[in-house]
Structure formats: structure tokens, C-alpha cells
């Protein structure tokens, strides 16, 4: 997996996670541009260049690029403050028979599909 964001600081919020949140089940990972890249089953990363061969994106920023379109799946994690840009990405893929689109939404601790 890539997860891709703009800002270091969500970034360096998910690399702490990622170590933190379940220290006895931690997910490895690292980032673009340390050692190793190429061998992170996770990697974190300001671009979509994808060192790990990754065919799973995270855009963890909620920004779409279209970079994105070479990965075979591409997932856009996005607050309230983002649903406008995350609904125009939803719509650019109106049509295209080459994409299916799900929308999941955390709800009580759950992801829930709503479309």
C-alpha cells in the first residue's frame, strides 16, 4: 500500500499511529525517501510514486491525482471539511465502466457501505 498526503505533519500523524495505536499488532511501514522504501509493505509518502511496487493507494489527504489512476485501487479517506472535493472526485467517475466506486463511512467505530 501507498498512502499519499500533501501535508508531513498527517503524515507524520499516521507514521505514529501506525506504530502506536496497537503496539503489540503494529503495521510495518516507512517512508519515501528512507532506506529500505522498496521493501515497506506500507509505505508513506508525499507523491504517488510507489518505491514498494504498491497497487493500493491511500490518498490520506482526500486530494485525488491522477497518478492515481495507474494503481489498481485507489481509496480517498476525506473529513467534513472535505466532502465537497470528495463528492467532485465521486462524480468525475460518473460513467466509467472501468471503475467501481463504493462509499464506506465510520459510524460508531464501524465502517458502514453506504453506496
Not at 65 to 94: M, P, S, T
Amino acid at each position: 500500500m501507498l498512502v499519499v498526503a500533501d501535508d508531513d505533519a498527517l503524515l507524520a500523524r499516521i507514521d505514529r499511529t501506525l506504530w502506536e495505536m496497537f503496539p503489540e499488532d503494529f503495521l510495518a511501514h516507512g517512508r519515501a525517501g528512507q532506506p529500505h522504501e522498496e521493501r515497506q509493505p506500507i509505505l508513506l509518502s508525499a507523491d504517488c510514486r510507489a518505491a514498494n511496487g504498491a497497487e493500493l493507494l491511500a490518498l490520506a489527504d482526500g486530494r485525488w491525482r491522477e497518478e492515481a489512476e495507474g494503481f489498481a485501487r485507489v481509496l480517498v479517506f476525506f473529513d467534513d471539511v472535505g466532502k465537497a472535493e470528495a463528492r467532485r472526485i465521486w462524480r468525475q467517475f460518473d460513467g466509467r465502466e472501468d471503475v467501481e466506486r463504493e462509499f464506506f463511512e465510520l459510524t460508531d467505530g464501524k465502517w458502514l457501505k453506504r453506496a
